[in-house]
């Protein structure tokens, strides 16, 4: 018998969609939209509609214990009783050596679930463990967002189909955020403008009226220079400014020295592209700005992220309906995950690493103590953390005892000592709050789990009363933490909602800051004041990107991006193999300038390497990319690349200011064809 279930996409994606699955017996038949999601409205993508290919694919049946040598992939079926007994004595044993912060639970964006996601760090606080600084995806853009606006909310983005002018800065919709595309259209209907503003041409920007390639990492330095068209044309708002911000003559005089003559160079775009934008936006009724993350992983992005915000404040567009900015909207959901992760058990001397630095800490020497076990849960390291070639090492390390709760055989699994198989978001029930959108959803379990699969919370609260805690939350189930969580937000069970979602839209008036913004004294902050005194005062360019070093330019003079790809999700789906298929090996994306000056054709295997590594692609040559820029789009598995790399062994990760974070999007390569290297 067919039957049909409400669920939601766990997917690290701002949707959140709202689906519709079909399933006959313990067999998934089809995903869909739900179109009765006020945001969803029934949209998904495309790689979500083919979900099967995860749940029914080839996945991790049974806990699996290593035989051969590390990432040999050699591995022996063991059952659950003694994985677990294996993990308590590996982790007895370390602490008595080291200490428990020589365990290192490491967790992502496998499923964003309040549940299931962060289910490890009940146990990480419980046992002392080593706490992870989650900085990877967003704290760079919200470090930015928060130092002007203050809060983590705007206007909802479904009021783009309301915006007369839209600007999509530093994101890839069509392959990112495809449910903004409908709300985009219909404002395109009634006269919209659409402008991406982006280094590549990607899919988003073939849509676009106007597609700006800025240089990466310069943002802050459009955004002051449209600030200066908009102060010197009287297009600002003195009377919003006074009321709503700390705008002075200091501010002022620092809009008035970055003129379109001194952005121009630094961005890439002519003097009379910056003013033409200038003037749209200042003439536009209720321009709408969705930021995205591109320009934010870049050592200079928090700044990046700030100056833009700026923009609709000097005019005041703001206020407007359709009008302001968007980046993500976490601050309107009340807090929800203290039950799942007890932060009230945290040891404040407790070590905090950050997440983005994996490679280094496993490979340092000189931590003390050493990272000597690793338990990862919902992420794909191997691949998806900067520097991964030094995250591979550290993995390889014989003293090193990891652990990798997964669904399918992914790059972190493939160097584990043991693998645990791990439920999808059809076989375990969770509560979703969204990055994008403003709803609250609730999922149940709908297929039993796959083989021997067990839940993150399941798994941790298994090794809790083995590691002799018997703490509740370690004896709660998951229905049980369903509904904590909700009692802690004082909101209603889950049987007494009207849908299988709730809505936490702020009133219109909040969501445009009409009643103050974010910070105590309810302003708007074009000064920053930024957590670190080595990062401008001001609103600025902020010159501190790698390509901005002389000395990495002259060795390595191409600029180097890895952006997200419309087929994939970080790695999810990554090892289907329709969708390597349909992706094809590796593409580095080349300028024909940047070709012709080293002589390399289309199709050509290329050597794209810098001082970490070096990794064999195929030159896909295009005028998509600008001159002096080239990139590959992510998702990629080591076995993809002949040295068995992953595609992020070329990201560097140095910490970024001031928060720690990971700079995917700026980094220095050279090219060669593949061939003169090894004559070399
Ligand atoms: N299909 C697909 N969807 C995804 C993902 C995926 O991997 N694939 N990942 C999910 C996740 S975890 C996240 S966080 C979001 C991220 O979604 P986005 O915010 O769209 O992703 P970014 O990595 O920020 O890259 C967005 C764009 O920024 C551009 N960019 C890079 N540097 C700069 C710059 O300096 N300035 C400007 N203006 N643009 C720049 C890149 O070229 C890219 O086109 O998407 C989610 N959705
Ligand atoms: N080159 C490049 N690298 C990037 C980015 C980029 O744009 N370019 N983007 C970065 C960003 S924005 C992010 S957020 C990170 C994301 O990094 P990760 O969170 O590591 O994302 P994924 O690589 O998709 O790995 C998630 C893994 O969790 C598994 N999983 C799914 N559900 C569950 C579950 O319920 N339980 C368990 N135990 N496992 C589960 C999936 O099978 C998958 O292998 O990647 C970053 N890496
Ligand atoms: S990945 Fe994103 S667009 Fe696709 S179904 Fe999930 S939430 Fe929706
Ligand atoms: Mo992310």
Known sequence: ??????????????????????????????????????????????????????????????????????????FTAISWDEA??????????IRSTWGPEAVFPYYYGGTMGIVQRAA??????????????????????ETGWLAG?????????????????????????????????????????????????????????RLADVHLAIQPGSDAALALAMMHVLL??????????????????????????????????ITGLDV?????????????????????????????????????????????????????????????????????????????????????????????????????????????PAA????????????????????????????????????????????????????????LQHAKAILPPWRQARCNHDVVNELARRLGYQDEPFQWDVAAMVQQVLQSAHLPPTENWPDPWLDFTPDEDRAHFRTGFGHTD???????????????????????NQRDRPQQRSRYPLAFMVPPAHDVLNTTFSHVSTTRQRRGPPALWLHPDDAAARAIEEGMQVAVYNDQASLTMTAHITTDVTAGLCLCEAGYNAEDFPERLPLNALTHAEPVAPVGGAAFHDNCVEVRAASFLQTL
């Open 1 to 74: 018998m067919v039957t049909e279930h409400h669920t939601t996409c766990p997917l690290d994606c701002p949707g959140s969609c709202a689906l519709i699955v079909r399933c006959e017996g313990d067999q998934l038949l089809d995903v869909a939209g739900n179109p009765a999601h006020p945001f969803t409205r029934g949209v998904i993508c495309g790689k979500v509609a083919r979900y099967r290919d995860i749940q029914h694919g080839p996945r991790i049946d049974t806990p699996l214990l290593r035989q051969g040598p590390k990432g040999s992939g050699q």
């Open 84 to 93: 677990l007994d294996r993990i308590v004595d590996q982790i007895d044993r």
């Open 120 to 141: 490890c760090d009940r146990l990480t606080h419980r046992a002392g463990f080593t706490r992870m600084q989650k900085t990877i995806c967003y704290p760079i853009s």
């Open 149 to 205: 606006v203050g809060r983590v909310i705007g206007p909802s983005a479904t009021e783009l189909r309301d915006s007369d002018l839209i600007i999509l800065w530093g994101i890839n919709a069509a392959s990112t955020h495809i449910n903004l595309m409908p709300f985009i259209k219909e404002a395109r209907q009634q006269g919209a403008r659409l402008i991406v503003i982006d280094p590549y041409r990607n899919r988003t920007a």
């Open 232 to 265: 010197t044309e009287h297009r600002i708002d003195r009377d919003y400014l006074r009321q709503y911000s700390d705008y002075d003559d200091t501010i002022e005089q620092q809009i008035r020295r970055c003129t379109p003559e001194w952005a121009a160079p």
């Open 272 to 380: 009379t592209a910056i003013e033409q934008l200038a003037r749209w936006y200042g003439a536009a009724r209720a321009p709408f700005i969705r930021i995205g993350m591109g320009m934010s992983r870049h050592a200079n992005g928090a700044v990046n992220v700030h100056a833009i915000t700026c923009l609709p404040t000097l005019t005041g567009a703001w206020r407007q309906r359709g009008g302001g900015a968007l980046l993500a909207t976490g601050d309107a959901f009340p807090a929800l995950d203290a039950p799942v992760r007890q932060p009230s058990w945290i040891r404040p001397d407790s070590r905090l690493l950050d997440m983005s630095r994996l490679g280094h800490w496993l490979t340092d020497a000189s931590l003390t103590p050493p990272i000597a076990m690793l338990m990862v849960f919902n992420a794909n």
């Open 384 to 439: 998806s953390c900067p520097d991964a070639g030094r995250v591979v090492r550290g993995l390889q390390r014989p003293d090193l005892f990891t652990v990798v709760h997964e669904q399918v055989m992914s790059d972190s699994a493939r160097l584990a000592d043991l693998i645990l198989p791990a439920t999808t978001f059809l076989e375990h029930e969770d509560l979703y709050k969204s990055y994008g959108q403003y709803t």
């Open 522 to 544: 309810g302003r708007f902050h074009f000064y920053p004041h930024w957590p670190s005194d080595s990062m401008p005062r001001l609103p600025d360019h902020w010159p501190v």
